[in-house]
Every structure is written in C-alpha cells, then in structure tokens.
C-alpha cells in the first residue's frame, strides 16, 4: 500500500512530538520526580513509535521503543532519572530529528541504525535494580486465574507465568481500583495488507474506554506484525464490554472481535452479530492529556474505502481527525492546520478585492456631477466588507511566534555544557501573534542573536564572580506587539559590547582609516559587526568566529522590511532589539507625488509631516538638513533619488515626510501629498534589477503602478 499520501501528516506530527519531548525532558532536568511530565514523556514516545510503525520506517520504530522502554521503567519507578539519562535522551531527540529530516528530503529513514545510542539505552535498562516480584505475584496470580477460568470463552487461555512483570503489575493495579478485567481476542481479515496498521487502530480504540493490561503475542511483535490473523487481549475498563466490541469490529479489514469477562461468574462469549459500526471516539477523551496521543492514529495508512454509507475510523486522515473531535471533550486551544499555499490564494483574492475597492474609489472621486449617492453607499459596503475580511485572513495567517522560540530552552541548555558558561533563558511574549511568512524566517535570526549573546556576550563565572554579578549569567528574549509592528529583544546581563575593540578590529580590516574610526559615533562602529566575515572572536569555534551570524540577522530582517537595533552598556550587557511588521502582504501607506509619479511609503515608517521653508534648510558638511523643534535632522530630495525633475515652486514651502529608523531619523522631500491608503504589496520580479531603497509596488485604483519607497533603505 502506497502510504506517500500521509508523509506530510507524518512530518508535522513527528515535528510537533519532538517538540513536545524536548520541552519535557528540559522540564524533567529541572523536576525529575515530576509523574506527569514523566507520563508525558512516556505517550509523546509510544506515539511517535507506533506512527514510524504504521509508516515503515524500522529504524525510527527502534529507536523510540528503547527510550519507551525505558521511561516505562522510570514511570513503573524501577528506574531514577539522573543527569546521564537527561544527555542520552537529549542524543535520542537529535537521532530522531535527524530521521525525520531525511525523511522529509528523501522520503527514506537512511541507513542510520544509531547503535551507540540504542546501547546506551539498553545499558541504562541493564543497570535498573531487581523489582522484589514475590511481593506482588499473590494478586497478579488471582487475576490470571480467572484470566485462566475464562479464557476458552475468547480462544485463549492465559498462563501466569507468561505475563512479564510490567503486566502482572499493572494486573494487579486494574483489580486494586476495582476495574472490570475482559479477555478479547481479535481477528484480522486473511486480505489485509497492513495487519499492523490495523492492530494499531485498535489499540488506540480500545485506549478511549480502557487500558490493555496483556497482549499475546507482545505489543512489539503484534506491531511487527508477527502474528497470524488474531491475537489476544487482556483490557481494563470501568465501562461494559459490548461497547469495547463494536469500537474494535469498527475497525475496517477487522473481521471480528470476541470477548469475556475474566470473573468465571460471568464469563460468556460475546454475540457476534454484526452490529452498526461505532466510531471509536464516540466516548471522550479521558482526559486532555490523554487526547494528545491522539494523533498517532492520523498517520495510519489506511484505505479510502468509506465516504458515503459507513463511517468507518480512520477511513482517511482527515475523517479520523474530525471525527474524533467531533464527539470528544473540546481541547483548550483547538487549531486547524491549513496549508500555506491555500491561505497565500486566500490572500491573493482579498488583494484583487482591495483592488477592486480601490477603483471605485477613483471612480467616486472623478465623477464631476457630485450626484452619485448610491455609488457612495455602495463603496461604503465594498469598504466595510474588504476591511473585514482582509481582518478575518490576517487572524488566519496570524500565528504565535511560540513555535520558533520553543526550541531555544534546549539550544542554551546545550551552549551552557559545551561553554562551561552556567546560563538560564527567560522568554515572555510567547503568544505574541506573527504573519506565518514572518514566523517562518525569523528563526534563524533569532538564534543567531541567543547564540551571540551566549558566547561573546556572557562572561566565564570566575570573571561575573569577580564583577559582583551571579554566577549564572541571564538571557532574555521578550516579544510584544507595538502598534502594526511586533518587537522581538534578545538581552543578557554579559560584558557589553566594547566599541574600542570592534573599532580596533575596523582599522585592521582596512573598513576604516584611523581618522573614520575614531570620528565615527558609537553606533556606526556597533553596526559594524552585522557586516559579513567581520567577528570579533579572537579564535573559531564551533559556535562562533566566522562572522556570519549577526550578518544573516540584518539580511534576513531586512529582507521582512523590518529593523533591527543594539543597545549596549560595557560592563552591564547588550540589547538586540527587532522591530517586525505584522504582516508583509495588505499595509496602510502614504501615498505621495514626486516629479509626476506616484510613490507609497509605508506608514508605519513616518513620524511626522511637515511644511519647511526653503530658508530652513542649512548645510552642514555638505548635507542639507534642518532644524525641527532642537533636533537636527538630514533631508533628502526623493526627486534627486529617483532621477526626475520636481514639479514643485522652488520658492514654495516644502512638504517634508520625517522617516524614522531606530533612533535615525530623515526628512524626504516630496512634490505633493494625495493621502493614507491601504495598498497590496506586489514582487518586482526576478525580471527587474534589486534597487535598495524600492522596496515593491502596488497597484491604484485607477490601474496605474505605484512604486512603494523603503524608508529604512534610505536612512
């Protein structure tokens, strides 16, 4: 059967699990007696072993079951955590990320088998102490003698001596809370392909109304598919059997499902009938947590063999998916995952939309008779409605930049160890909301930020000793949305930036003369170091040296036409401060006219506009710039940018957009103000040459092209 179908599904769900283990098991570092996060833990493994199962990636498959293993020992307390276990778990997260990132280029596992790491596994579970099982064979035995009384009722019988002590315990546990034992066997159809993927759905049926207590053969043959066409289950529940039945027989290619109750009382088999298949999920979750294990089951490769008569489970991924949540307790933050693709079509209509608005705008406005009401209301309405829906895509497209910065606590974990550099991340802001397209490329740049901070900006702990401050050095990372723009700091409590050095560093370079250097503001020689190969890092390291990392920050913030700015104290730290737009496709602009042509600057960029006169405007080292209420600010001629001949009266006073970057600021000079606008972003194209300060174009209303002004590039 071909499962390429559910690759995709597969990728995001194995993302979102490696996620998930890697904040627990930092948890877990911190709290290593905590139950639930052990538990946690625990189900996030299973998951991730029976979905590479289903799929058939073998390796994978292994790989997780070891570290089942052995949290199964930890959760059942056989076995402590302790520092060793958190870096061999760590190692066994990075295994599986890389399989996956394999996968997801070559839809193939690899041929890494990963056998230091399975060892060590294997070693920790070697090392656990015995378990006393005299003390706890009494209850277990009572429990398989009635699993023996009862068991020719369902086709098999069970042995005492047969059940491993992780059964017999968790026996014991299911008749100490009082929980009805039923003994099930089930059987496949002799033409399922897959027997596996279909014992796999049953389990996670039977895992909506009870526990599987025993299997015969074991849950790992049973998921190799060492089996013939049945196999054997004890389940506990507090619910009736008839119900477990008919969630199993629901299952498609199962061809039947018998069962008993394992107190010889009333052990009887079940009818056979066939009845009307129920869902699996048609009880709820137990609980919310238990709900998280849920997708495993999406990546089943099933066929689709149902739509119109019978609902059959996991008939395909997207049916099982709403089916599930259809009936069960509704989760705290339910999402749905949208392809991008679709979302950036969505986005493409309401452009045209807008557009369109846009042309009865200028249809309005052009109408000299003035007795054009109803075409006003109807633009009106047309205004309404595009503002609500470009609102409503922008909600869609609206994600938390959480998922970026999750992976971080990890990442410094590891600087920490490889430094020698006790350090702690503090995050706020996580919900903060950003466009998807923004989301996706600000990773990098965030790390790259962390990374700096981590190693050029904290000092050794002999040397914080001696200053006074913790040991421990601090980074911070704060979002928080400002406006139509989201502000991302990354901060530490470290040594500072020393401008002397980086300015040091320029004069060997050749980037400045000597004179340059030292005339140059603080700030121009901090900007220095987001140029590319310029690092102040006396050798290479694996972390840093090469120059590269505060270089790709300013591309890649650029290139999202937003800022990024530093702030740094010697001796008390530094602040990386980046400023981001919301969204990167629909934004208010001015909408301006310099020699005949019509240009948009983005509004979020302009301070203030001004009327200055002709007489105001001094020179100073050759740059004209004026004085506005004590703050000296430098002027720029857009007609002189843009290569065009001003149409404005040399003697008239002149309209002055004051552009802000940062803590810079500039005043452009422009021929004629039209008004705020809202407009749709459009690519130049690979067909037109780069031009620094243009940063796209729009579209008016009255079919003409607009170049858009990247006041940033200008400043």
């Known amino acids: 059967m071909d499962v390429s179908q559910y690759l995709d599904i597969f990728l995001d769900e194995s993302k979102e699990h490696l996620q998930n283990l890697n904040t627990s098991v930092l948890n877990l570092e911190q709290d290593p007696e905590n139950p639930d996060t052990i538990s946690e833990i625990f189900r996030a493994a299973h998951t991730l072993k029976g979905m590479a199962g289903t799929m058939g990636y073998k390796r994978m498959q292994t790989l997780t079951h070891d570290m089942e293993n052995v949290f199964s020992e930890v959760r059942d307390g056989k076995l402590k955590v302790n520092a060793g276990m958190i870096d061999v778990l760590f190692r066994c997260l990075d295994a599986i990320e890389e399989y996956v990132s394999v996968i997801s280029e070559t839809a193939d596992e690899g041929d890494n088998d990963n056998e230091p790491i399975i060892k060590e596994l294997n070693d920790i579970l070697a090392g656990k102490s015995a378990e006393p099982a005299e003390e706890k064979a009494e209850p277990a035995k009572e429990a398989a003698a009635k699993a ?38 089930v059987s496949v159809q002799e033409s399922c392909l897959l027997k596996a993927a279909r014992a796999f759905l049953v389990f996670k049926a039977i895992e909506e109304r009870g526990e599987i207590v025993a299997a015969h053969p074991s849950t790992q043959d049973i998921e190799d598919e060492k089996f013939e066409l049945d196999f054997s289950l004890i389940i506990a529940s507090e619910g009736k059997l008839e119900p477990i039945l008919n969630d199993i027989k629901a299952v498609s290619e199962i061809a039947d499902a018998k069962g008993c109750v394992l107190d010889a009382e009333q052990a009887s088999p079940e009818a056979e009938a066939e009845k009307e298949p129920a869902v699996s999920a048609e009880a709820p979750a137990e609980d919310e947590k238990a709900a998280k294990a849920e997708p495993g089951t999406s990546v089943a490769p099933v066929k689709n063999e149902v739509v119109k008569k019978k609902p059959e489970p996991a008939a395909s991924n997207a049916s099982a998916k709403t089916e599930k949540k259809g009936t069960s307790k509704p989760a705290v933050n339910r999402t749905v995952r949208v392809d991008i693709e679709k979302l950036d079509s969505l986005m493409n209509l309401v452009s045209e939309l807008i557009i369109a608005k846009n042309s009865l705008v200028s249809s309005a406005t052009s109408d000299a008779s003035g007795s054009s009401s109803g075409l006003h209301e109807q633009i009106e309405y047309l205004e309404s409605v595009t503002t609500n829906l470009h609102e409503s895509v922008m909600k869609v497209r609206m994600v938390p930049i ?16 490889q430094l020698g550099k006790p350090m702690e991340l503090y995050m706020s802001g996580e919900e903060t909301e950003l466009d998807r397209t923004v989301v996706d490329e600000i990773g990098d740049p965030l790390m790259h930020m962390l990374r700096n901070s981590a190693d050029h900006g904290l000092e050794m702990p002999q040397e914080r000793i001696a200053k006074g401050k913790p040991e421990s050095g601090s980074i911070f990372l704060d979002a928080y949305q400002d406006g139509n723009n989201v502000v991302i700091e990354v901060r530490d409590d470290g040594n500072g930036i020393d401008v002397d050095r980086v300015r040091q560093k320029a004069i060997e370079r050749g980037i400045m003369t000597e004179e340059q250097a030292y005339a140059a503001d603080d700030s121009d020689i901090i900007n220095l170091l987001f140029m590319p190969s310029f690092s102040t890092a006396k050798q290479v390291s694996d972390l840093s040296g090469r120059g590269v990392g505060l270089d790709v920050v300013k591309s890649k913030i650029e290139a999202l036409s937003g800022e990024v700015d530093v702030k740094t104290k010697l001796g008390e730290g530094t602040t990386f401060s980046i400023r981001l737009p919301l969204t990167l496709a629909i934004i208010q602009a001015l909408m301006v006219v310099v020699g005949g042509e019509k240009y948009a600057i983005a509004l979020s960029g302009i301070q203030t506009i001004e009327n200055i006169s002709p007489r105001d405007v001094k020179t100073v080292e050759s740059k004209e710039v004026i004085n506005l209420r004590g703050t000296v600010i430098p002027i720029l001629r857009l007609d002189e940018i ?31 103000l039209i008004g705020q606008q809202e407009i749709v972003i459009k690519s130049m194209g690979k067909y037109i040459n780069k031009c620094k300060f243009i940063s796209g174009a729009t579209i008016l209303g009255d079919g003409e092209v607009a170049l858009i002004i990247d006041s940033n590039a200008l400043i």
């Open 642 to 672: 843009l290569g065009c001949t001003s149409q404005r009266d040399p003697d008239s006073d002149m309209i002055v957009v004051i552009a802000k970057k940062g803590d810079k600021q500039a005043g452009l000079v422009v021929d004629q």
């Open 148 to 185: 023996d009384a009862a068991g020719g009722a369902s086709g098999f019988k069970w042995n005492i001596n047969e059940l491993t002590d992780e059964e017999r315990k968790a026996l014991e546990d299911a008749m100490m809370s009082n929980k009805k034992l039923y003994n099930v066997t």
């Open 402 to 417: 959480e998922s970026v910065v999750s992976k971080f606590p990890r990442m410094i974990r590891d600087i920490s160890k």
